[in-house]
């Protein structure tokens, strides 16, 4: 199922059809918050403010960055706030190179709000041989939100989406 709007209407639907449950009231109030969604992005691009790009990183172990391309939930919830994946040409998650981190200039660098060896403080950004080097690294735009939240794709979608574009936006 896809990682967008359509994608989590459809699931409600399903789950509720599985379960012998009505899901029209929870369906018709997502389809209204992604609306308003919708409109938000619409009023943005109107104002003539290009769309940011964000990288969303999974894993830096060992300093090494692995990222989401096209076709992920990171990639989903990116594009529903309003923003551009900044890593293209591939599908999933993938360990990408310095070369690519730095040719890939996010104006934002997302994450999990996480901690252990997967996670990157701000200080490792802003040491790290690539990410030291992309506009976001440089302008401090790290944003890290609950990754369950962020990628978990159910009723709670539109509110991720909503709660990123606020933080790109910050």
């Not at 929870?26 to 109107?46: G, I, K, S, V, Y």
């Amino acid at each position: 199922v896809a990682m967008d709007a359509e994608g989590v209407l459809a699931r409600i639907t399903g789950v509720a059809q599985a379960l012998g449950v009505d899901g029209a009231p929870l369906h018709d109030r997502l389809a209204a918050e992604f609306a308003e969604l919708e409109a938000l992005r619409a009023a943005r691009a109107q104002s003539g403010a290009a769309p940011l790009r964000a990288m969303f990183i999974i894993s830096a172990a060992g300093g090494r960055i692995n990222a989401a391309g096209q076709d992920t939930s990171a990639d989903g919830i990116i594009r529903l706030a309003g923003a551009e994946n900044a890593l293209q040409g591939f599908s999933g998650f993938r360990q990408i190179n310095d070369e690519a981190v730095t040719l890939a200039a996010p104006d934002v660098i997302l994450m999990m709000d996480r901690s252990g060896d997967h996670a990157l403080s701000d200080a490792q950004i802003l040491s790290h041989p690539a990410l030291s080097l992309t506009p976001a690294a440089q302008a401090g735009r790290i944003v890290r939100m609950d990754g369950m939240f962020l990628l978990g794709f159910g009723p709670r979608t539109p509110l991720a989406a909503r709660a990123l574009m606020a933080a790109l936006e910050d």
